[in-house]
């Protein structure tokens, strides 16, 4: 048995981050462990594995370990036996060999573990290879990509999303000072199947070349405890309240910079005849040390002005109390809403 790692795409912030699988052998077309799950019946391949070499899974066969509280002086007793009645005996040299017939193993359709695995239509197959897309590290490997037209698709539309929230204005750059650099994060996003069903493209900042005292000054931003979530579950459950998880699409971006930091134009869009001038952030961007802070600070003064109050016990806890009770809990990006009924969630 194994604990494979569940990739980020494939799971929320609080569901466990690997799954029990049963190891079936090694993928010959990619770097990882051919793992079968056997309450999906569906095979899967993953790199970061941790196993599990006293678990086979039945409890019946599994290993024990009576051999090791034996005594040492039980294990002598047996050894010096096994010595007598071996004695005058010729003791065979040659190397044992298995008598059990190799076959290469069939990877499409049945496979060696077809009794215990349901057979896989070959068009289904797909869905599993899926995972195994390429995904660019630049620009320039996007638009070379065998999928470069939705790659790119996927950066116009990042594009745009900066432009519509007004992330930057090109001005030239000041004397002494220094614009930093930036990435392009590509990405495929999968269902919960493992097929393919969006290509994702980011603008990250390159943060690390940011310099204390000029770009950035404070980086803390709180999240919610566990604890805290555990007990306003509980609390929902106990007075019958609507429970509501929901995520804010580009969260960072609404966070404004109080720092005057400066970035070059992304590759790819660089305006013809403004090629020397560089982005003004006015918006926090991903990858900034200061984003999350920015955002939970917009957050929270969004909340306040429509009436919640911060919970003393937990910074990350809003409540609002007028006809009815609200209570949102902040965890960076994900919200966790509670009220009494839901036209009091969506009115809030």
């Known amino acids: ?10 799971r929320q912030k609080l569901d466990k981050k690997a799954e029990r699988l049963r190891f079936v052998g090694y993928c010959r077309t990619s770097k990882g462990y051919r793992l079968l799950d056997e309450i999906k019946r569906k095979m899967v391949i993953r790199r970061d594995v941790e196993f599990n070499e006293n678990d086979f899974g039945d409890k019946d066969e599994m290993m024990t370990t009576k051999s090791q509280d ?5 294990v002598k007793e047996e050894t010096v036996e096994f010595e007598e009645e071996k004695v005058g005996e010729e003791v065979s040299t040659e190397p044992r060999t298995s008598g059990r017939t190799r076959k290469a193993p069939v990877r499409y359709g049945y496979d060696e573990y077809a009794e215990t695995a349901s057979p896989v239509h070959p068009a289904r197959h797909g869905a599993y290879n899926a995972c195994e897309i390429e995904e660019p590290s630049s620009m320039s490997e996007a638009k070379e990509n065998q999928h470069s037209k939705e790659w790119m698709a996927a950066a116009d539309s990042e594009y745009n999303s900066l432009m519509e929230n ?46 204390y005292g000029i770009d950035y000054d404070e980086t ?26 929901m995520d804010v699409v580009t969260a960072f971006l609404n966070g404004r910079l109080d720092e005057d930091i400066y970035m070059r134009q992304p590759e790819g869009y660089v305006q013809s ?12 961007l991903y990858g ?25 016990a937990d910074p990350c806890v809003y409540a609002k109390k007028e006809d009815t009770l609200i209570i949102i809990a902040v965890h960076v990006d994900d919200l966790i809403i509670l009220a009494e009924n839901v036209q009091e969630m969506e009115m809030s």
């Open 273 to 284: 005849g403004k090629e020397h001038l560089v982005c003004k952030l006015e918006k926090s």
């Open 70 to 74: 034996q005594t040492t002086e039980d």
């Open 166 to 211: 007004k992330t930057w204005r090109l001005v030239q750059l000041p004397p002494g000072r220094t614009a930093i650099g930036y990435r392009w994060v590509f990405r495929a996003k999968h269902d919960s199947d493992g097929r393919v069903n969006r290509f994702k493209a980011r603008l990250v900042a390159k943060g690390y070349a940011q310099k």
């Open 1 to 10: 048995m194994a604990f494979a790692h569940v990739p980020d795409s494939k």
């Open 288 to 312: 900034l040390k200061q984003s999350p802070r920015c955002w939970n600070r917009a957050l929270q003064e969004k909340l306040e002005k429509l009436g919640f109050t911060k919970v003393s």
């Open 220 to 245: 803390f931003s709180p999240v919610v405890r566990f604890s805290s979530i555990r007990t306003l579950l509980a609390f929902a459950v106990q007075n019958n309240m609507v429970i509501h998880q």
